[in-house]
Antibody
Framework: EVQVVESGGGLVQPGRSLRLSCAASGFTFDDYAMHWVRQAPGKGLEWVSGISWNSGSIGYADSVKGRFTISRDNAKNSLYLQMNSLRAEDTALYYC??????????????WGQGTLVTVSS | QSVLTQPPSASGTPGQRVTISCSGSSSNIGSNYVYWYQQLPGTAPKLLIYKNNQRPSGVPDRFSGSKSGTSASLAISGLRSEDEADYYCAAWDDSLSGPVFGGGTKLTVL
């Protein structure tokens, strides 16, 4: 059974950092691209960042470019999101998602339950 | 303001057919595939349609997708109470070099 499980969320002050992790199982992790998608409370979905199977292709939403860094460790079947200089508008439920393909696409076929990040003083 | 435009709400009665529209531009829907996601209350989104009109295994054939030019539609036939959810369209945007979502449509089954 395919599973992706996020961790690392919490309450953080504006300007501080947080690192999210995603543990994947039930599929060949290094065969697929992975993404982070977020959803602010009561709002819609927003793609945050994506990474290809071999980390050779990486993309970010304009809203997080220069502040967030995505990475993966295929040996550990894990995906990460390093979030620096956090802002109140980064408050959201962050989902780890598996892509249908090796390179980033829009086909997110498995989603975790999300980890909540709250940025507030 | 979302890059893709969806109506905020839609409704129908059980057994009815409803459609949800999604409007974009030449840099996204006009030149790339459209995907649809269903988000039931309190749960993570689920992939409903990929590559304009393909259904992942397990998705009932009551759900269908289509695309024409810079617009796309999701149709749900034989509407059921369990279809009450938020629906999102998405596409790759060549100008932004990444996926973009619609603002979501809340479907109510009356």
């Amino acid at each position: 059974e395919v599973q992706v499980v996020e961790s690392g969320g919490g309450l953080v002050q504006p300007g501080r950092s947080l690192r999210l992790s995603c543990a994947a199982s039930g599929f060949t992790f290094d065969d697929y691209a992975m993404h982070w998608v977020r959803q602010a409370p009561g709002k819609g979905l927003e793609w945050v960042s994506g990474i290809s199977w071999n980390s050779g292709s990486i993309g970010y939403a304009d809203s997080v470019k220069g502040r967030f860094t995505i990475s993966r460790d295929n040996a550990k079947n894990s995906l990460y999101l390093q979030m620096n200089s956090l802002r109140a508008e980064d408050t959201a439920l962050y989902y780890c998602t598996k892509d249908l393909y090796t390179s980033p696409s829009v086909g997110f076929d498995y989603w975790g339950q999300g980890t909540l990040v709250t940025v507030s003083s | 303001q979302s890059v893709l435009t969806q109506p905020p709400s839609a409704s129908g009665t059980p057994g009815q057919r409803v459609t949800i529209s999604c409007s974009g531009s030449s840099s996204n829907i006009g030149s790339n595939y459209v995907y649809w996601y269903q988000q039931l209350p309190g749960t993570a989104p689920k992939l409903l349609i990929y590559k304009n009109n393909q259904r992942p295994s397990g998705v009932p054939d009551r759900f269908s997708g289509s695309k024409s030019g810079t617009s796309a539609s999701l149709a749900i036939s034989g509407l059921r109470s369990e279809d009450e959810a938020d629906y999102y369209c998405a596409a790759w945007d060549d100008s932004l070099s990444g996926p973009v979502f619609g603002g979501g449509t809340k479907l109510t089954v009356l």
